[in-house]
């Protein structure tokens, strides 16, 4: 019998994960600086696994490694996001498609029982809570196409999003407006219908590129006001 020892992963790819978390729980934030000292004391390592779980973070667009400067959290700027979510509409839209073909009772109770706690979250005004249902439930659509191209792709493509997703949420009226959404959305699954189950879900991507566009107008005019 061959050795199929599964080997315990590398000490970056442990510090990655841990930068990961935190940049994902906001105590990192877009445009913020990553201090390798104080990263180094806190983990109780050198600085090589810490460069080349960063190395890690870049590739996935987490975090940008600026030559002289050091490494930042990524900010994706409007220009960025205005390529990236139409494309995640379509990729979202046909997983969402492909998801009610495949799912079974369980799986749409799983869903129902996902969106019941968006109701929740969004009546208590606990954006925190509803982003982190709202991955959950985008996640189990995903899972649920079988698609593993489709998957990986969109994969890749949240791990990019996910920072701009959480933001829309922290603007006034949207909250609510996700739960609309969704709400669309689980009707189609109730249907059975799948050109709408598909089309709502590309309708709530590019709601948020919507929402994110106004904020960046908004900043810009703020900004151009405080310059005056």
Do not use: W
Not at 58 to 73: A, I, K, M, N, Q
Not at 101 to 125: I, S, T, V, Y
Request: proline share 3%; hydrophobic share 40%; aromatic share 4%.
């Amino acid at each position: 019998m061959t050795n199929e020892r599964i080997e315990r992963s590398a000490l970056y790819e442990q510090v990655a994960e841990r930068i990961r978390r935190r940049i994902y729980d906001h105590e990192l934030t877009p445009g913020q600086a990553i201090d390798e000292k104080e990263l180094c004391a806190l983990y109780g390592i050198s600085r090589t696994p810490l460069r080349e779980a960063l190395k890690v973070l870049h590739s996935e667009g987490l975090v940008e490694l600026v030559p002289r400067r050091g490494c930042f959290v990524k900010q994706p700027d409007i220009e960025e996001l205005r390529e990236l979510f139409p494309v995640m509409a379509v990729l979202e839209g046909l997983c969402a498609r492909e998801a009610l073909r495949n799912a079974g009772p369980d799986d749409l109770q799983r869903l129902e029982e996902l969106h019941g706690r968006l109701e929740m979250f969004a009546a208590a005004g606990d954006v925190d809570g509803y982003y982190e249902v709202n991955f959950v439930f985008h996640q189990a659509i995903q899972e649920l196409s079988g698609n593993r191209v489709l998957q990986r792709v969109s994969t890749e493509l949240r791990k990019i999003l996910r920072l701009a997703r959480h933001t829309q949420l922290t603007v006034e009226g949207r909250l609510q407006g996700s739960l609309r959404e969704h709400r669309k959305i689980m009707e189609a699954f109730r249907q059975n219908d799948a050109d709408a189950v598909e089309s709502t879900m590309r309708q709530h991507l590019n709601a948020q590129l919507d929402v994110l566009e106004r904020l960046e107008r908004q900043q810009s005019l703020q900004n151009a006001a405080n310059i005056t």
